[in-house]
């Protein structure tokens, strides 16, 4: 039963803290996807890798960082820099080719107090 | 820079009506067009989707319309039924190997029964 599974559904935190989204995948998909989800503003993009230990900055990449240590896993850290964390997080993940579809996870409903 | 414009914000439709959503782009670096449809709280799921050296496709209830001189695309929705209401959006890939989408702002649609 391949998909993206992220975690948790819901998370919340201090402001000051960081902390650490989770997003595994077993569709065996090279390319990783970090967005954040607001309303009325779309699905901007944070962060995205092609290739393991590679990642790329997207257009809103200040306040987070990424690792990419294997091609299943792909976690956000929302740093303390970050001024407006609260959000819901979507990881998605692609196959190389033409349409380079992607699939996305389930969401993490972050809130930062 | 929002080079994806999306309208209308929210919509709504009779059961059994037409419900048409309609982007724009700014950017001619764009070589494929999907359609993402969201439930809440849940992760967005690729609806349908076009390349640009098509004017039109069709799946089931669902089309998407291609004006590449206009730069314009739009989804119909034909016999919207209650179980369509959902957040839509429409995105386009970057011309190259990266497989970044640029996403629109989101409709969020209700069919009423």
């Known amino acids: 039963d391949g998909g993206i599974t992220q975690s948790p559904k819901y998370l919340f935190r201090k402001e000051g803290q960081n902390v650490t989204l989770s997003c595994e995948q077993n569709l065996n998909h090279d390319a990783m996807y970090w967005y954040r989800q607001d309303p009325g503003q779309g699905l901007r993009l944070i962060y995205y890798s092609q290739i393991v230990n590679d990642f790329q900055k997207g257009d809103i990449a200040e306040g987070y960082s990424v690792s990419r240590e294997k091609k299943e896993s792909f976690p956000l850290t929302v740093t303390s820099a970050q001024k407006n964390p609260t959000a819901f997080y979507l990881c998605?993940?692609?196959?190389?080719?033409?349409?380079?579809?992607?699939?996305f996870g389930p969401g993490t409903r972050l809130t930062v107090t | 820079q929002q080079q994806v414009k999306q309208s209308p914000q929210s919509l709504i439709v009779q059961k059994g009506g037409i419900s048409i959503i309609n982007c724009a782009y700014e950017n001619t670096a764009f070589d494929y067009f999907p359609w993402y449809q969201q439930f809440p709280g849940k992760g967005p799921a690729l609806l349908i989707a076009?390349?640009?050296?098509?004017s039109e496709k069709k799946e089931g209830r669902f089309t998407i319309s291609f004006n590449k001189s206009a730069k314009q695309f739009s989804l119909h929705i034909m016999d919207s039924q209650p179980g369509d209401s959902a957040t839509y959006f429409c995105a386009a890939r970057k011309t190259g190997n990266t497989g970044k989408l640029i996403f629109g702002q989101g409709t969020t649609l209700q069919v009423k029964p």
């Open positions: 076009i390349r640009p050296d098509v």
């Open positions: 998605a993940s692609s196959i190389p080719g033409v349409t380079y579809e992607q699939y």
